[in-house]
């Protein structure tokens, strides 16, 4: 191996600004596609528990299209297939205003809140029927019933895998630099193809997304420890 | 909508340009898809039984593998393979062997969890027991343990099948042949149908992984009847 390591050069000067700069636009793509996720797979779920059919069908077929469908495909299809029946009007505004990181957004939300409605759905199901009806017939109503009984216990549940999922989320955000979104994956290869010190460059982007998996790993860990024991079964 | 696209270049899709050039499309996925998890499968069981091992050394070892490649977006352990390999070797590797590397890697890891979680399922008692009538460590493993519990694990692994199914989209980065891949070439080669061309290849991906999804969720069901519980 005859590589000379010169970590010098992406540690400090434009390089560095540019692996800043990405790290940021990775952080803003997933926050932002995390709280519409999380907002869309809540409404999924919610669809997918009436006992009205066409809703509850049209969920169950968002569901599982969207899990089972590869992201990057999706990412391509947001990207280059959603203008083509989209008004001219609107996509003129959209190639004005960054479409990379709203077609970005829109796929990275569509998969992960298919994920997070079921994470939402199996985390009420596996509350025990009989805790619904014990708190009906203690003289609660049906909401009262999800707010203190049903909801509490099952949040417990579901804030472990929910997390997980962000993590995923995290992670997956690393396939928007195909479209030319400038996350920090796409600085890495930037750094590499400018000037062939790609070994550093991407150490850097790794470590950064091992960090953040495995500070939040332990802290999922510690709360299964802490507070998963007190669930009543 | 423009669907002539899709239709004129559907074989395309299906086999690349097979019998006169080289595999590609759906067939490239599936074939990718079935190397892949047999060989993460072996590697998985491995890393899954060191992670279970008293052995101190071998068991952080796999920690450290597993927990790596857990945190690591696959898009840049490709990445890392890809750059990594030229260097290391010497000559340049093509970028199949490349993807399959990455793909065992990274879907290995996710096995050895499985197994690890599998393994560690199964009520003590049928540990002890074997060990107890005079099996060793080793024989009980082979003989008591991970029968009952691979048979658990079987949803599991059709699971990670699927993901990985959908993760060899990702390829496709590196320039492998398979069906995203194909669906680039074609959409860049027509130019005026890129959605219907992603709508049918989304369609394609969702066939495979939905047969499959619930097909383990049918299985699940099946064997749970079997499980062995404590009681």
């Keep these: ?233 | 909508m423009r669907f002539d696209p899709v239709i004129n270049n559907f074989d395309y899709f299906l086999w690349g340009a097979f019998p006169q050039g080289p595999l590609g499309g759906l067939a490239m996925t599936i074939l990718l898809a079935a190397i892949s998890i047999f060989l993460a499968f072996w590697v998985g069981l491995l890393f899954g039984l060191m992670r279970n091992s008293k052995n101190k050394i071998i068991r952080y070892a796999a920690l450290v593998y597993i927990e790596i490649v857990r945190g690591t977006p696959l898009l840049l352990l490709i990445f890392w393979f890809y750059f990594l390999a030229p260097v290391i070797v010497g000559y340049s590797v093509p970028e199949l062997q490349t993807t399959v590397v990455a793909l065992v890697v990274f879907t290995g890891a996710y096995i050895a969890e499985i197994v690890r979680a599998g393994i560690e399922a199964l009520p003590k008692g049928q540990m002890e027991a074997a060990r107890g009538s005079g099996l060793s460590h080793f024989q009980a493993m082979r003989l008591v343990i991970l029968p009952q519990s691979l048979r658990n694990m079987i949803p599991s692994f059709v699971n990670q099948f699927v993901s990985l199914t959908k993760d060899t989209s990702l390829a496709s980065t590196i320039g492998v042949l398979e069906l995203t891949r194909c669906a680039e070439q074609v959409s860049n080669r027509t130019l005026n149908a890129p959605m219907e061309i992603y709508l049918t290849i989304l369609v394609m991906y969702f066939l495979i992984c939905y047969v499959l999804t619930s097909y383990s969720r049918r299985l699940e069901r099946q064997l749970s009847r079997y499980q062995a519980r404590d009681r």
């Design chain 1, 1 to 233: 191996m005859n590589y000379q390591f010169d970590w010098q050069l992406v540690l400090s000067g434009e390089y560095a600004d540019w692996l800043v700069s990405g790290f940021v636009t990775t952080l803003k793509i997933s926050a932002v596609s995390l709280l519409l996720a999380m907002l869309l797979g809540t409404a999924v779920a919610v669809m997918r528990m009436t006992k009205f059919k066409p809703l509850e069908w049209f969920g169950l077929a968002f569901t599982e299209f969207f899990r089972n469908t590869p992201l990057l495909v999706q990412i391509y299809f947001w990207y280059y297939g959603s203008n083509q029946v989209l008004p001219d009007f609107v996509n003129k505004w959209l190639y004005a205003h960054d479409f990379e990181f709203a077609a970005g957004v829109i796929a990275l939300t569509v998969y992960t809140s298919a994920f997070i409605a079921e994470e939402i759905r199996s985390g009420i199901y596996s509350i025990p029927k009989n805790q619904l009806e014990a708190s009906r017939a203690g003289g609660l109503s049906f909401v009262q019933a999800y707010r203190f009984v049903i909801l509490p216990q099952a949040f417990r549940i579901i804030i472990p895998p929910l997390i997980s999922q962000s993590l995923n989320l995290i992670k997956n955000s690393s396939l928007v630099m195909v479209i030319g979104v400038m996350d920090i994956f796409y600085m890495a290869r930037q750094i590499e193809s400018y000037s062939f010190h790609g070994f550093e460059a991407f150490t850097v982007a790794t470590l950064i997304y091992l960090s953040i998996s495995l500070v939040v790993s332990l802290c999922i860990n510690l709360y299964n420890k802490h507070f998963l024991r007190q669930i009543s079964y």
